[in-house]
């Protein structure tokens, strides 16, 4: 899995590229909580480069979605693939989440 991030208006984008799993999930999770710890409240995390995500990697979102959410900040997520977006719905996070099509959409 590689980060890259970006601002876009308010929001810090960050695109997921590669697979996230039990090999990398943490590396996703430590950076997430330095956004969030260093004052970034709005963020979209681009799926568009990422062509796996294991359940560890559901926990970390869950986790920062939890954890934004509490300081009263924004966590969007944008350009799922199908087969990630399959992944969501049957654990039942389309509901949680708030997914768009695009990065623009998302941090408007």
Known sequence: MELKEFKKGNFLVINLIGRVDT?????????IIEFI?????EIVVNFSDLVYMSSSGLRVLLMALKKITAIGGKFHLCSLKENIMEIFEI????????IFNTIDEAAK
């Open 23 to 31: 090999s990398n999930y943490t590396e996703l999770e430590k950076k």
């Open 91 to 98: 654990a039942g996070f389309t509901s949680i989440f708030s």
């Open 37 to 41: 710890d260093g004052g970034e409240k």
